[in-house]
């Protein structure tokens, strides 16, 4: 554990660190452009150059391990003229066309000519001339002029995804970033040499010319797109509809963790966002016509007075509800309490679907984000019957209400046996965020909120309960599950004392054994493995 | 052929390497003497061979400026302008080949008979003005000669040329690595033997220890001659005694030091001496596998060195049990493709590992990981050659040809504006107006005017800083360094403007474009000076230079961008006065010429 001072702190760190990551613990940041905390080495760039005394030159801090007793200046004229040289020599070269460049705003060569930029330039004479507007795949789009070959796209290629598109081909300034010619980067991971891309040479099409970055606003969220749960900043435009076809999600970007995603995310999920605007549910629809608006509060006593009215004499229950592993913990949780045991309906989430695209990185088969989450709460296969079984009683009359929370039966079983069921059981409510083919056959059909528009956790597939965090409010008159289910708990006349999600969660994390001990503030921004974080935890 | 034909051959080179990665430049190369070019399918063809993706393929051959990627003539006439060439004429013979040839360079005859091509430094300044003729070499290229090598230009390849065989000054006695280079035609095995040759190295491989060894090159004083200096015999100690991993040694014959040209003598005149020096020093470190790297442009410099070992593997010189010794040692010689930089030990090992010629962060050092992340040694090839005449006549005999603290005697180059441009083995005490006068003084009875001492690199000295000693550390303390020891003379009529902006394109083309202020200074620099030299620079333009040239210094992985700023340094600091001037008349002139514009 050698120890050294960096700007006259004294630091203690393990063998191999390097002074980059010696000075972060320390909260210093030291610039960098070819630095990435993901990939090999390439110390390129130079911009991270740092004075160490007792050296007559500067060194680059993203190679330079740390040893007993250095002493670093990350300040000093010394380094601050070398980072400023360096900085020149970069820009050179660049185009400088900042008013046109999507990086603008979140470019870290502004950035740090904000710091220590010449301000007093004298390169005076032609630039080297490249290609701009390359479009490299369905998502990314190349400038070689912005480019300052730091190689971290590169290195992305040969080492995370191994695929090796990318080159620098030539050399000195004719140097160049490109593909091999006539290669196309479609590899599954994309975008992320966007998001690694320190300037503007790497920008993503979806994004082209849509908004200023500084437009945008963030919060942070975990990506529903499959079982991985990859941790996400939802990035999104609420006052410039105009500039986004009127959505409010104008993209993802992949949020650090280090036990779920590191700094990566698929372009499946990260393209994945659309649903959240187009073609959503707004309006509670009633059984009298096919679209006749009805109001929550007619729905939801109409649903409850039904649903009593079935109760219970019976040794089954004639409820089935199909619910969904896209919904929440805290949701599935209600529903449990609900409709399994209090009114002793039948429930699953367990669906037979097709098995999605997956590799053996972060891409899972199952697209569900909270699998299980589900099957921890008894709601899915073995605990639960399958969705098939719950159909088939329909069918066979032996169900007088059947619930289902978002998934598109036409699509899973046939538009015909929809039908069927649509005549043959007494109340068959819908409730889920878009269109789909089962929504005309429904009788009642809920509007839900998006998962961006609600508080929760997901499970994934790894055991790691994560929150999701509400971006923006729910469009139009949708709501979150958690809370028309409460407001249904009410109608039935349920005494539950749970005002949110957090505390709904609390509710979960007494009931729940692999729960035991969790709340909220437990699981933070990075989650925790529900299933180790129960062990020794006391219950409350 | 096809490249499925190629096949078989491409599997033998493959067997010579570690790792598949390594044959990158041999199968490229295999595929260029085959197809004339490198196409795409070719491209591919390699990647699947080596597991390579196609833009790392690509990348290595857009790097390399041997490399065609397109059809070319049947011959290729490839003519220096670099400084040594530029001083004795190479744009006048450039001018007249592009008129006799109605082509410029990069063009091919509409016939396809030829294809010209302009080229840095070929490192062989001693025949300047020079041009290479597919794998020949040929200079100087004066007056008829000129007529001669574009008429070979047109002739079929493989018949009998007309330009004559150069013939420049070379040392031959000695004493210690130019006693074998009377014969034009190489000194080959049995000669070799004849001449107390591979005398050291049974001595070596039968009667001492490595630490033995190490400690009798150190105390030699043999210093590193491929122009760091480092100590040899120190340099070899670093290698880590205990570890399981294979040891390299790794011979740097990447000669590219514009102004340097010695070791293409060692190599075609006396490859033995590198070879016997190559096994004591693979004995020395450990090591059982050597690699010589030789630039791409030196094609007869592989071809008799691959001779020479060929005849020591028949002879039991290299291979297993070397002459029943027990110690095991084998050769491959590897061809670069056109980069200066791989002349930087890690760069040379990077591209020898199948990449661009990039240099390599240091640490690790390659003593501890370099080739294939082992153990590896890189020396120059008139290092090695020093070798066996050291373990052969004693440590003390070779420290004493020298100064106190670099011993032996240097192969100098010296070329430029003297009578008698050539290679000169002299005692590295000499200093450096001795050595000019050994090379007849300066051409025509002119005055001296600069000169530099060590390859382009070199910091310039003025006609009064010669009376220096050409040892490593007499030319520190001077403010310049032996470098290479390749000595460019320039006489007065030279114009230091044009000089620095030769310096400058030769490091703008040459710069490998991995760190930032290297790959941007060198050609900011370049456009700068090309801008004075047309007239329409401004006293600023000094000043800038300089302060780019500050900021290049001491901030990149290696000593390229250095390398690329002293020269800007030392011409404008010394020769300040006449910059300036130049701005100043060439300036007016361009206004005159331009003052019908109206503004």
Redesign the interface.
Known sequence: MPNLTINGREVSVADGTTVIQAAETLGIFIPRYCYHPGLS?A?????C?VEVENN???Q?AC?A?VSEGMVVHTKSDMAED?RR??L???L??HPLDCPVCDQSGECDLQNFYMNFGLYNP??R??K?KKRKAVELGPHVMLDQERC??CSRCVRFTDEITK?????????????EL??????VLDNPYSANVVDICPVGALTESDFRFKARVWYLSSAATVCNGCSQGCNVDMHYMLDRPHLNDGNRVVRIKPRYNPDVNQWWICDEGRYGFGWADQARLGKVRGPSTDSAEASWEQALTTISTALEGSDNEQERSRIGVIASAQLTCEELFLIRQIFRDALGAQVTTSVSEEPGSSDDFLIKSDKNPNTLGATLLGLAVPDAPDAAQLLDAALGGDLEALWVFGHDLVKLFGEEKIRQLSEKVPLFVYSGTNENPTVPLAHWVLPSAAYVEKDGTFVNCHGRVQRIGRVFPPLEDSREDWRFLLELADQLGLQFDWQGPERIFQGLAETVASFKGLSYETIGTQGVEVVTATEGAVAP | MTLTDLEPRAEEILQLYEQPRAAMLPLLWLVQADQGYISQEAEAWVGRILGVSRSHVYEAVSFYNMFHTKPVGRRELRVCTSLPCLLRGADALLDRIKESLKIGPGETTPDGEVTLTEVECLCACEMSPMAQLDERFVGPLEGGSVDLIIQDALTEPGRPESTPEPDPYISTDGPVLSTRFKDPEGTWLDAYLTDDGYVAARKVLTSMTPQDVIDEVSSANLRGLGGAGFPAGRKWSFVPKETDKPKFLVVNADEGEPGTFKDRYIMERDPHALIEGMIIAAFAIGSHKAYVYIRGEYFRSAKRLQRAVDEAYGRGWLGKDIQGTGFDLDVVIHSGAGAYICGEETALLTSLEGGKGFPRLKPPFPAISGLFQCPTIVNNVETLACVPFILRNGAEHFAGIGTEQQGGTRLFCVCGHVVRPGVYEEPVSITLRELIEKAGGVRDGNRLKAVIPGGISAKILTADEIDVAMDFDSLKAAGTMAGSGGVIVMDETTSIIHALDSAARFFADESCGQCSPCREGTGWVHRILRRIVDGKGSLQDLDDLLAIAGDMEGNTICVFADAAAWPVQSYITKFRHECEEYIRSERSAEQEETAECPI
């Open positions: 080495i110390g390129n760039c130079r911009i150059l007559p030159k500067l680059i190679n391990p070398g040289a360096v020149e020599f970069l050179a070269n004298r390169f004479e032609h080297v300052i070959l695929t090796g598109e990318f080159g620098i081909f030539n050399r000195g300034d004719r140097a490109g593909l091999y010619p006539g290669d």
